[in-house]
């Protein structure tokens, strides 16, 4: 499917300046040039990073932040104290959507002005986005070298691995190869498995968790249960055996594989955060009002978690990436270059241990992955203030 | 008349750590429609878990709920919906009672659309203006936008009553409704819930420990006192409030303290033989007052349950088997010690 792809390409460019001109056309009717103009760029970096995926929602949120900066709230506290006769209830389609965008826009500018506060927070954004930026615009940029490059050798040594120089900022590794070459293409497919594995676990542990703590009696102690055994496995030595015995072709399986070990700790969060909702007053105010299990589930409990659930979303992942690495670097995953794990792997196996010119080679990886996880550890951080309601201001 | 809403010999316990706490016993209470009544007494008395099972939040575990003269099991299906919708509550803590990520608008909007009270955008709009305005929010497009955090506790009691009305109810149960509020403003909302009564035609069952407020409250209505999941005392309030006829009301009135310093250092004070208030688990036999009651009669007061019953000269029911048979009260202290040496 063109378009619906991650990874930066031409034709994104093209869907993100597209879609990028509803924003900008918005900006000038409304006269936020300035907010047009971002809201333009928005969506054309979006669109190149990932087409349509990225294009599409950006168009809302950026329409939205433009509405948002000229809205003018028509029951402002200067017409609203007219009398209930004078005032006009009726509302035309536009203005709804104007309404709706203006409320959305504020929210995003609440989340984004919450994110910036928070200096640990903000700084992890900053490296996760860096991240992103290289794995997806980087290839561009950096041509992936997969065959030997005996040509590099230099006079004298053993080896081909080199230290950083001048025209290989990260060195060569054991065929002569780059490493940065390496590290911009080999971290996408790592990096989006965890996510996934990451998504499949928050979405399995808030179902059932959620379940669990609703429903209680028998279900709970089932699933209660259920989660206990899995949890009280050693993981690493239960995945090394899965891992030997099924095979991990696809990154899919990969992730359902570590989505499948994680989801407990997660169900037992959200168990416990859905229970402790389930006893605030604003529910039983809600059953008073007889507004229903699926209202209460999704207006009235939910909203309530979600930073919660983005927390554990980003641990989860966190979880994922760290086993998935450790399973490559035992060799237990089919090698697939390039992979940060697999370059541990394979210069470990290569000798690189050993030899002092081989140490950029095996630290850019181990680098890179600390640095990925370190940010996503500092993100979490401004993640609950992001989601948090008390930080909204009405229109 | 029928009243609206009857307790009959109504039972309620609760199982904690397979300990069975009896918090209410052989409550009775009627409220008629557009009454007043309010229910006081110290915390874990059972007034919380009355107030509830008034406004069907849980059910008794013995006795019976008649509603218009009908068991509440009676109603199903579309009466049943209606029924949950006309008895309502007021939570206590106003930061507590509304969710906080939603604004007022939606908070007020749920329920008016899930009932289908409107039908139309514009009509939604106007029945939250209105609504905003009856709890005195005003002006309401300076409310309606705001989230819960954004308000004070004052005006998220108010939103909180608001969101009550949306449903038409018939009965509140205002479970300490202005005791998380400022002093101040508290006046305000009690005036407010009067004036709701007139107009909408409610019935308000007031949950407080605060005597004075209740005296305030529910000067055109009746007080039901409450001790240890009892109710034992129960009046039109000037009768309780001029003449308190149990010794545990005694004891509360003679505790409230006046504006007046003068008063308040000359007042009687009446000297309870125990601070201690008995756990639930060990309800003291015969009259649960008895341990610390000051007029306490050996031999009647810690053998025989007291019955509800209008003792001489008294206007009001009172639960006390002395003051009942003989129409007067003896302290314990001149009974054991007569000559008061």
Redesign the interface.
Known sequence: MIGFEIGASLAGLVIGIVCGLVPLVFGIRMGQLRAGVLGFLACAGSGFLCGFLGGLPMIVLSTAVVISYAYVNKQDPFTSLLRIEDVNFEETRGEFFLRQMAALGNAARASWQALVRNKAGFLGFCGLVFFILLTTVGPLFVPLETSPQMDRRAPGARTLFQGPSQEYPLGLDWQGRSVLSHIVHGGGALIATAIVAGLIATAIGVVLGSLAALLGGWPDQLLSVLANFILTIPQFPLLLVLASTLSLNSNLALAFLFASLNWPSLMRAVRAQVLSLRERDYIEAAFALDLGLWHIITREVFPNMVSYVAVNLIFSIRAAMYGIVGLVVLGLVPIREPDWGVMIFLGRQQGALFNPNAVSMLLSPILAIALFQLSLVLFSRSLEEIFNPRLRTGL | MTPLIELKHVYRHFEVNRQRLPVLQDINLSIAANEIVCLVGESGCGKTTTGKIL???LGPSSGEVLIEGRPRASYTGREA?LL??A???V???PF????????IGQILG??LQ??GMVRS???L??RI??LL?LVDLT????I????P??LSGGQRQRV?IA??L??NPRLIVADEAVSMVDVSIRIGILKMLHRLREQLNLSIVFITHDLALAKYFAWDGRIAVMYLGRIVEIGRTPDVIAHPAHPYTRALLAAVPEADPELTRHKQHLELRSEDIPRLTEIPPGCAFHPRCPFFVPGVCDTRVPPLEPPPDYNQLAACIPLVETGRLIPYTERVNPDGR
């Open positions: 406004a069907g939040l919906a949950r919708r008895l309502q509550i939570h206590q803590d507590a009672s509304i969710n906080p990520a939603h604004t749920f329920p899930r009932h955008r514009a009509e709009r106007r203006w209105e305005t002006p309401p497009g300076d309606v936008n705001k989230f955090h954004q909180s969101r009550v949306t449903v």
